[in-house]
């Protein structure tokens, strides 16, 4: 049996996941902002700092992902834009607009 799935059905495959690992990052980092503020100190401190860390894996070295901004995004990471990273700091401070 073959299969008819096309190189860009895949990379539309991908931009599915990408954007729900998008919003679940921004869930993680509202969750974590709001988490800090109940927090007693030092942890609130701690967990203001480490507000970014730990969030989804990148995949730029992978060949299919690579494909996928080639096709997507012309060479740009989505995940690496400054509409994105804005996006993200902004809801590090509480800023949820």
Request: hydrophobic share 30%; proline share 3%; glycine share 4%.
């Amino acid at each position: 049996m073959t299969s008819n799935i096309s190189t860009y059905q895949f990379c539309q495959l991908i931009d599915y996941l990408m954007k729900d690992i998008k919003h679940l990052e921004s869930e993680t980092v509202k969750a974590r902002y709001a988490l800090s503020k109940h927090l007693d100190t030092p942890y609130d401190v701690y967990m203001q700092s480490d507000i970014l860390s730990g969030l989804g894996g990148r995949y730029n070295e992978h060949p299919a992902y690579k494909k996928y901004i080639e096709m997507f995004y012309n060479n740009q990471d989505p995940m690496e834009s400054d509409d994105w990273v804005n996006h993200i700091v902004k809801l590090s401070h509480g800023n949820n607009d």
